[in-house]
T-cell receptor, first 111, second 115 residues
Framework: GENVEQHPSTLSVQEGDSAVIKCTYS??????FPWYKQELGKRPQLIID?????GEKKDQRIAVTLNKTAKHFSLHITETQPEDSAVYFC??????????FGKGTMLLVSP | NAGVTQTPKFRVLKTGQSMTLLCAQD?????MYWYRQDPGMGLRLIHY???????AKGEVPDGYNVSRLKKQNFLLGLESAAPSQTSVYFC??????????????FGDGTRLSIL
């Protein structure tokens, strides 16, 4: 089955800096890659996603890049704010619409 | 439009007790999923369903059973609870694959402690 590795596990930045979280996947058949943000005690919420026919997607301060050849994708957050502090999960979709999640990155943005 | 609703939100069980977690969605989604979330482990798929009357095993199915008798409901059962099943359980749903790769929508979770 699919295996998703996510790095780093913890990331601390100063407000206004950029943050980058990286994920690799193992199944070349995976074709959909969402990113979820989870605040403490809350549900995971989709923040951005990318499909395998696209190399990059941007939504305001958030962008995701995908390299199918290398089987890795990354989340980029620019101009970070304290409210960006949360745990971020990457995921890859394989057969039957099941998602395999990375283990998460705790992002801490200091004022 | 409530989305995905999980019942109960919290529960404490004793080892060996049984219980059922209910997930209900009002978005007419075909696919439904049960995950468990443990510290440092991310979200792991327990069981899933691709339509009414169908279920399939995920990554960590042992000790759990599921049923999808109605399209809008997906039940997760623990027949004999064990302390290793202490976790936060999330339900999710999404539309049929033919409508394009759509994201999964999550419920608020059920926090389950087994003593």
């Amino acid at each position: 089955g699919e295996n998703v590795e996510q790095h780093p596990s913890t990331l601390s930045v100063q407000e206004g800096d950029s943050a980058v979280i990286k994920c690799t996947y193992s199944d070349s058949a995976s074709n959909y890659f969402p990113w979820y943000k989870q605040e403490l005690g809350k549900r995971p919420q989709l923040i951005i996603d990318i499909r395998s026919n696209v190399g990059e997607k941007k939504d305001q301060r958030i962008a995701v890049t995908l390299n199918k050849t290398a089987k890795h994708f990354s989340l980029h957050i620019t101009e970070t704010q304290p409210e960006d502090s949360a745990v971020y999960f990457c995921a890859a979709m394989e057969r039957y619409s099941t998602l395999t999640f990375g283990k998460g990155t705790m992002l801490l943005v200091s004022p | 439009n409530a989305g995905v609703t999980q019942t109960p939100k919290f529960r404490v069980l004793k080892t060996g007790q049984s219980m059922t977690l209910l997930c209900a969605q009002d978005m007419n989604h075909e696919y439904m999923y049960w995950y468990r979330q443990d510290p440092g482990m991310g979200l792991r798929l327990i069981h899933y369903s691709v339509g009414e009357g169908t279920t399939a095993k995920g990554e960590v199915p042992d000790g759990y059973n599921v049923s999808r008798l109605k399209k809008q409901n997906f039940l997760l059962g623990l027949e004999s609870a064990a302390p290793s099943q202490t976790s936060v359980y999330f339900c999710a749903s999404r539309p049929l694959l033919g409508q394009g790769n759509q994201p999964q929508h999550f419920g608020d979770g059920t926090r389950l402690s087994i003593l």
